[in-house]
């Protein structure tokens, strides 16, 4: 066998084990809901064609379309929220003092958290008889069954948990900055508010663009933490589309929708990316 026939034998047989799990984990899942939109499925009974009849039923349901709107609602809520509280989080841990990788553990602990209980927790916070935040404010507020507050108390819990996360990054990102630049920039008289903005936030762009997508990514998978707090309600106003395409899936046993309802939300987050993708493109450089 030639030398080059068998390196490449070598390489390929190396990449196995990431192609198999690839193909798995990845692909295949995405071949079964791409299968799934177009049959009809109670979860017992046999599996039948439906061709455009569930994608029909998704595109004319006032509820789905609801719950696109309430999930963009909540990642408008939620991403700058937690993007201008990690930056500012780790423009504190940036700094080399003591104790500052126990402080980013720390802050990263609520993302690390399974959902679920992070869900949990805050609603004890927001009880309204007895919760810590009421009595904190010496008032009671309906934090979870008042249908203007609901969605604002998810996306602060969604925020707080996703923040250490988001900071970790941009610690990462202000520390790859040379100091050089930073030197230059305060001989230019780059200090203090100037420095951030003219100097560390356009460097910091890459990052940005990074925590941005996975920000969005994050909030439109948004679910075990809304099903602990609010089930969706009050008055579907927290019926992201997770909710969504869990109710339809299980409640309603109808799978094949929901299949559909991820294809949707998939081409919804698809077109956001490329959105942000275009507008960083020319106002990012990868190169110091």
Avoid: K
Avoid at 105 to 131: E, I, K, R
Avoid at 213 to 229: C, K, N, P
Avoid at 250 to 263: D, I
């Amino acid at each position: 066998m030639d030398r080059t026939v068998r390196r490449h034998a070598v390489s390929y047989l190396l990449l196995l084990p990431s192609l198999i799990g690839v193909c798995c984990f990845l692909l295949a899942p995405v071949a079964v809901v791409l299968w799934l939109s177009v049959h009809s499925w109670n979860l017992l009974g046999p599996i039948t064609f439906t061709g455009a009849g569930n994608w029909r039923a998704v595109l004319t349901d006032r509820q789905f379309g609801h719950s696109i709107l309430v999930t963009l609602a909540l990642t408008a809520l939620v991403v700058p929220a937690q993007t201008a509280l990690g930056f500012g989080i780790a423009a504190l841990l940036a700094r080399r003092a003591r104790g500052g990788t126990v402080l980013r553990v720390v802050y990263a602990l609520p993302w690390m958290c399974a959902p679920v209980a992070v869900g949990v927790l805050w609603q004890w916070l927001f009880v309204p008889t007895d919760g810590a935040l009421n009595g904190l404010l010496g008032t009671r507020i309906e934090w979870l069954s008042e249908p203007a507050l609901a969605l604002p108390a998810v996306a602060v819990t969604t925020a707080w948990m996703n923040v250490g996360y988001v900071a970790l990054f941009f610690v990462a990102g202000i520390r790859a900055i040379p100091g050089e630049l930073l030197d230059a920039g305060a001989l230019d008289g780059a200090t203090g508010v100037r420095r951030i903005r003219f100097l560390i936030l356009p460097l910091l762009r890459p990052t940005m663009f990074f925590v941005l997508v996975t920000g969005v990514s994050s909030v439109f998978q948004t679910f075990d933490s809304v099903y602990a707090l609010t089930r969706g309600g009050p008055d579907h106003r927290t019926d992201v589309v997770g909710m969504r395409m869990y109710s339809e899936a299980f409640e309603a046993a109808q799978p094949g929708r929901a299949a559909v309802m991820a294809v949707v939300v998939f081409a919804v987050m698809f077109v956001i990316t490329v959105a942000q993708h275009r507008y960083f493109r020319d106002r990012t450089s990868y190169e110091y």
